[in-house]
């Protein structure tokens, strides 16, 4: 891999704060990264005007910090830039930007409402939404794969999930893509003024919408999520309708978006890797759970997550001082090559594959894990193994945003007819 040059005097992460830097191929940021990581410690980022942000871009060093939440605080917030107060009063906090108490409480509310029996109605779900897909496409033969396929299967499976009545979801899904079309992407200032009021808006019917059903499953409960989450009686307490509405954005757009990302990159991947998917369809069985991981691990759907030090801590030589802020790469780390030899490659029976796309561990490591590796099992389950074939056509449209590795389409095309 050849690294990217650095100016003379430049600092060795100023890249990484400049909006034309996410605009750049995969590989030029990839190998940025790798040049990162051979510096060893913690690599600090200028930003603008301000004390700039830390960067975590070894594996070692972005576990350690996620299982050390007490140091390394999510709040006031994990993405950049943090959310503003006034957003935090009006919408509350997700659970991703909570600490401590707070947050354990209001995962533990969570937790308790995933009870076996919706987790097992689940993945049933999953099986039968994957195939009902996948004969859609059959039938209509679209060459669009992110509206067609990716985009469908986490959106349908977490309304299901959840309980949503079928004629609110097409505006959920419109919803979504609202408020998280442009997190992370750099855009002109009369986009900058316009797009975060659009996005907010966004938000705010999205969760007003899912506040009303929250309210009618208080007074008729019926077997879903939304009941067991303000029904609920951990320690005397259920979700509110604030709390109600914060949980289901997190779960669109984290459980939503990260899901179809994963998929479309692993159909690409698949594309570009025939020798791998031979394999995989050898004996799938066998190889999908590896493909699924090495899916994630290779595209990583989260880019980076954010936190603030709240108390003095050394890692990798480095003393963190109350206040300063990190950024947590998981882009990076999933190719760190102390851990993951020749990390470039797609390699499906990599083993172990410790990947950090769901988090590098401790109280914020994701929820909806399983569920996510259950539906992308199930998905290439149904499109490898129909008696046509599926394939990637050109590049897939990244959307150059800092935050998450999204895809805005990507063409495909039947190899049979």
């Known amino acids: 891999m050849t690294l990217p040059a650095q100016r003379p005097g430049e600092a060795p992460g100023r890249e990484l704060a400049e909006p034309g830097f996410w605009q750049q191929p995969p590989a030029h940021r990839l190998a940025a990264f790798a040049r990162l990581r051979a510096a060893g410690g913690p690599v600090h980022v200028p ?148 797009m975060p009021g659009r996005g907010l808006r966004a938000l705010a019917r999205m969760q007003r919408m899912v506040a009303g059903i929250g309210r009618e499953r208080r007074k008729n409960p019926t077997d879903d999520l939304i009941s067991a989450l303000v029904c609920a009686n951990v320690d005397g307490q259920a979700l509110g309708s604030r709390q109600l509405g914060a949980f289901f954005s997190l779960l669109m ?34 190889y999908a759970d590896g493909a699924v991981d090495e899916m994630i691990r290779h595209s990583t759907p989260i880019i980076q997550f954010r936190r603030t030090v709240a108390a003095e801590h050394t890692l990798d030589g480095h003393l963190f001082r109350p206040g300063d802020k990190v950024v947590l790469y998981y882009a990076s780390a999933n190719r760190d090559e102390a851990v993951f030899p020749d990390p470039d490659a797609f390699d499906i029976t990599r083993s172990p594959n410790p990947h950090l796309g769901f988090g590098g561990g401790g109280p914020h490591f994701c929820l909806g894990a399983h569920l996510a590796r259950v539906e992308m099992k199930a998905l290439f389950r149904e499109l490898l193994t129909r008696p046509v074939g599926l394939r990637a056509v050109g590049l897939p449209d990244l959307a150059g945003s800092n935050f998450d590795n999204r895809v805005r389409s990507l063409r495909f095309a039947f190899e049979r007819p």
Not at 65 to 84: C, D, H, M, Q, W
Not at 110 to 127: C, G, K, M, N, S
Not at 262 to 273: K, Q, V, Y
Request: with cysteine.
């Open 47 to 194: 930003e603008g005007q301000g004390p700039g942000h830390w960067a975590l871009v070894r594996h070692g060093q972005v576990q350690e910090a996620s299982r050390l939440p007490k140091v390394f605080a999510s709040a006031p917030g994990v993405t950049t830039p943090e959310p503003a107060r006034w957003v935090r009063a009006l919408f509350g906090d997700s659970m991703v930007n909570l600490d401590g108490p707070d947050h354990a409480q209001l995962r533990k509310i969570v937790q308790r409402a995933f009870t076996p029996r919706l987790l097992a109605a689940a993945e049933e779900d999953i099986h039968a939404v994957a195939a009902r897909i996948v004969d859609d496409v059959l039938d209509r033969r679209p060459d669009e794969f992110v509206s067609a396929v990716a985009s469908r299967l986490p959106l349908e499976v977490i309304c299901n999930m959840m309980g949503i009545p079928e004629h609110y979801r097409a505006e959920i899904a419109d919803r979504v893509n609202h408020a998280s079309e442009n997190i992370g992407v750099e855009r002109g200032l009369t986009t900058r003024l316009r």
């Open 253 to 286: 757009v984290a459980g939503v978006e990260t899901t179809r990302n994963a998929i479309t990159h692993g159909l690409t991947l698949l594309t570009d890797h025939p020798d791998q998917r031979d394999l995989l369809l050898s004996d799938f069985e066998k």
